[in-house]
């Protein structure tokens, strides 16, 4: 026996919102941006202290706000916007009612105590440990706490989402096999099931250390577990943003994907080996066996990277699919020059595509290289990689997305759409010079975590090249205008909820209006040139890979360059 329920249908989209999904996408969404208000603020003090000329905030302020900065923008922002967008790729586009929505809220209820919970601890001083709060240095017991209440609120989040697709599939409100956007959602659902059990795995017993009942955890123990929650985090946002990839080339041009059974097949293998990447960040520490180092990071992850340019060719190659269909068929590159670069939906979604695979994708291969990673492990070239794929490339995502949200889902008339159009190029570009220069100045070993690159009133001193020192300056004013571009989408964001004109509700019913599904269906062969459907899309790619051949190979020989040493 099902509860009594609504659905309102969009009238600018179609989509049709079951009232409680709704609601619980509203408030998740919500929450999300309040999250990136707080660390976009916390990120001018992080930005203004490691700007060599300015060195802001004293030490003890500094790793206070880069430990708020970082789990408030990496965990808390990202995964309340993920939960909303579970909701989104099961209830709106199956057409049916969310499952177990008390649930759902207390899910939402526990995310948010966790996250002020731990949000608190961290201001309150005594807890500030940063984003690994590795052990045996110890933050006060409610940090963990409040991870932990957030991690079990995000689990029951996924476990509702799977019950919505059952939901769905017993009362038949779909045909045929689940959209490829709710595949991908699916797909990052299951990676977040492992990676949010990872964490409380290991949070659990240093939660029961900092509160005595334990006398210790294993070092070693703790960092590789916990690393599975860390950057595993990373690998739900990839499935996420490229599912709305998938979601905003349809929107954007009503493309269809090449060939959707090969992009299925390529989430696959994101569930079976995507979060091996995590292995990176433990290549220098010795307790580790070079066996389980290299089956991590090398084998075994080559078929994640499969997966990726699998994507990399699927989604802009339906994009062109779909340009050239409607008559931009001039030459290699006419579908890209009259693409609706004026829409945020699609422009930030492609500067996240290409920042994605160009300054992340690259650079994850290489530090996932064993000797390779030794060349900038524990340098700032770490943070200038994760701003690529988390900031370039996971929220660069969710902005363009909510752009098509604010009129469809929560009902209102967007303000300042000129400055909305500008916002994705301002934010898109200042984090690709960010990531460059931060990425510059860790190839030349300044140093990730510590205060003060200069070491200052150190015993032993080191004096840094000039252009060390250049390029944190460089880092500091890209990121200023990186937050300028956050601080725009907040504005358009919130106002738009605030004073944006309110919009047609559209109809409300009592049923769904059930989803007809065509069998997956490969591109026909009728665009393009010389036997490719995508021929710009090729040439793209075959620069892609020069661009990381080249690149991989300099690293190399930057190594090969120490060897002389030993």
Known sequence: MTTATT????????????AQAEKLMIANAFVAVVALLVGGLLAIGVVLTRWPA???????????????????????????????????????????????????????????????????????GGSSVMMTS????????????GLILFAVGALIACFVFFGTLVVAKREKTFEGSVPLVTFGATTAAIIAVFTISSGAIILIPTFLMAIGLISEVDP?????????????????????????????????????????????????????????ASAHHLLADPGIS?????????YFMYFAVLASMIHALSIPGAMEVAQRARGYDKGLFEWLRKAPWSNPVFSGVFISLVGFGFLGGITGVMMGTEQLNLLIHNTIYVPGHFHATVVVGTTLTFMSLTYFLIPVLFRREMINPGLARIQPYLFGFSMYFFCLVMMGAGTLGVSRRHWDMAFSGAALAYEWPGAAYLMMGLVGIGGLVAIVGGAIYIYITVGSLLWGKKLDTGTVSAKFTPLMRAAPTAAAQTYGSAGFVAPGTFVLAMFFLVTFVLYYFVNWKYLGQLWSLS
């Not at 590795?134 to 706490?145: G, N, Q, T």
């Not at 080339?249 to 995507?274: D, N, Q, T």
């Open 7 to 18: 659905y309102r249908t969009c009238p600018r989209s179609g989509l049709q919102f079951e």
């Open 54 to 124: 300015v060195h802001w905030l004293a030490a003890d302020t500094f790793y206070m706000v880069l430990t708020a900065h970082g789990i408030d923008m990496l965990i808390f922002w990202i995964i309340f916007f993920e939960v909303a967008v579970l909701y989104f790729a099961s209830s709106t586009l199956l057409r049916c009612r969310i499952a177990t929505p008390k649930i759902a809220w207390l899910a939402f209820v526990l995310m948010v105590v966790g996250a002020v919970m731990n949000n608190v601890s961290v201001f309150q």
């Open 134 to 145: 590795y052990v045996p240095m110890m933050a006060h017991w409610s940090f963990y706490l």
């Open 220 to 276: 070693l123990v703790y960092r590789t577990i916990w690393w599975a929650f860390g950057h595993s985090s990373q690998q739900i946002n990839v499935a996420a943003h490229i599912s709305i990839w998938y979601a905003v080339a349809a929107i954007a041009f009503g493309a269809k994907p090449m060939s959707e059974r090969v992009s299925r097949g390529a989430f696959l293998l994101y569930i079976l080996f995507l979060q091996l």
């Open 290 to 298: 070079t066996e389980w180092k290299v089956v991590n990071t090398s």
